[in-house]
């Protein structure tokens, strides 16, 4: 409830790192508060990473794990004077959000409230996102230091705690410092239902076309002028549309996704995402594109254009696979939670995606938050709570299984 009240959103446009000083805020009171519970290591770097370590207690040689969350809010929806609300043993209804009391949460839009009858379900009040995504996750992993530190009889091997700013820009990880953290595998506190764990992401390239039209005085352009703009808005036309396309697509598939688009009559871009699990899939799509974009360009006799490739991310199956104890003792651990698994694949990237990548396996767990992005967020305490429970096996579970 505290965290959401402070305002951290991200900033694409932004070249600075944070991106957003504000974010910084937060970050200082986790420091704080980790100081406070005994973590005295706790710290707050300049690029707005904080750090800190749960020291080991047992005489085993356990891997050092690390939970990881991420402090920023996302640039869709406004995250400034956020006014979190309980309600409390929630009865299964329409949730009307009193600041602008047209934003209803209603169980017809959200199947899953429906299984959160009698739970206390925090909202906004109608006005901003919530920010469950990720505070949740950041207040989970700040429940999971404080019963270690009052619990000093349940063994564990090293934690290590790692909150990022930027997540939602894609930037997350981009200034971590993993030889300082020091882990051997890590775990992002930032999936949604309760049981959810993902071990898989999507791959994920971004496409940059450039069209170059010929420019002309309009008024004697006749058999001259092209247009890029319509050169630009006639190839979006030939995309498919009934399939991928993120609005006609759902679980394993792929799509080709036109995210923005700008341009004058001379000059004109189009930005993409390209998005699947399979990784070879993203090279079949890009011929798609090339394809479609040289069959445009047959049609406006004088236009070019330039394609580029960019590599986000990739899938993060493809490094988890080689250490199968990381998924293994996260499901044990769900288990002893007494929570139902439910394994899932992220139709989107993680900080974990990336920082699997860079030599620090990161899958996904749970935390409750659940709607991200927008007016209706919610989380439920109680699937929180399950998360901390969840979090607190999984490092008495790698200390069981080390010797
Ligand atoms: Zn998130």
């Not at 749960?54 to 402090?71: G, L």
């Not at 939602?168 to 999936?191: H, M, N, P, Q, S």
């Not at 923005?260 to 998005?275: N, S, V, W």
Request: glycine fraction near 8%; include cysteine.
């Amino acid at each position: 409830m505290r965290y959401v009240q402070i305002d951290t959103q991200s900033d694409p446009q932004a070249t600075s790192f944070p991106s957003t000083e504000k974010q910084k805020n937060l970050s200082r009171i986790l420091v704080q508060e980790l100081q406070q519970m005994g973590i005295t290591d706790a710290h707050l770097d300049d690029y707005g990473y904080v750090y800190a370590t749960i020291p080991s207690n047992t005489s085993k040689q356990v891997p050092v794990i690390c939970y990881c969350s991420h402090v920023d809010t996302a640039p869709d929806c406004t995250g400034m004077n956020v006014k979190p609300l309980v309600h409390e043993n929630y009865n299964g209804g329409d949730i009307v959000l009193p600041d602008d009391p047209s934003q209803v949460i209603s169980p017809t839009d959200h199947p899953y409230l429906l299984k959160k009858k009698g739970e206390d379900i925090i909202t906004a009040s109608g006005t901003t996102l919530l920010g469950a995504d990720d505070k949740a996750g950041v207040a989970v992993i700040m429940d999971m230091a404080h019963y270690f530190t009052s619990n000093p009889g349940v063994p564990h091997g090293t934690i290590k705690i790692l909150f990022t700013p930027d997540e939602e820009i894609g930037r997350g990880v981009d200034k971590a410092d993993l030889k300082k953290l020091g882990a051997d595998f890590g775990y992002t506190l930032d999936a949604g239902e309760l049981g959810a764990y993902e071990d898989e992401t999507f791959s994920a390239d971004g496409v940059t076309i450039t069209f170059h039209g010929v420019s002309a005085h309009p008024g004697y352009a006749k058999d001259k002028l092209v247009n890029a703009l319509k050169v630009a808005a006639a190839f979006l036309e030939t995309l498919p549309k009934e399939e991928l396309s993120p609005e006609t697509t759902e679980k394993r598939k792929g799509f080709v996704h036109p995210v923005r688009m700008a341009g004058i009559a001379e000059k004109a871009t189009l930005e993409f995402i390209i998005r699947d699990f399979i990784t070879a899939k993203l090279a079949e799509y890009e011929d798609l594109l090339r394809q479609k974009l040289n069959e445009t360009l047959k049609r406006f006799p004088g236009a070019k254009a330039d394609f580029a490739v960019k590599e986000q991310y990739r899938n993060m199956k493809e490094v988890l696979d080689k250490y199968p104890q990381v998924s293994a003792n996260a499901k044990e651990a769900i288990k002893r939670a007494g929570v139902p698994l439910l394994e899932m694949s992220a139709r989107g990237g993680t900080d974990g995606s990336r920082l699997s990548f860079m030599g620090l396996p990161c899958p996904n767990i749970f935390t409750g938050e659940m709607a991200f992005h927008g007016k209706h967020e919610y989380v439920s305490v109680q699937d929180m709570q399950k998360s901390v429970e969840t979090i607190v096996h999984l490092a008495c579970v790698w200390e069981e299984k080390s010797r």
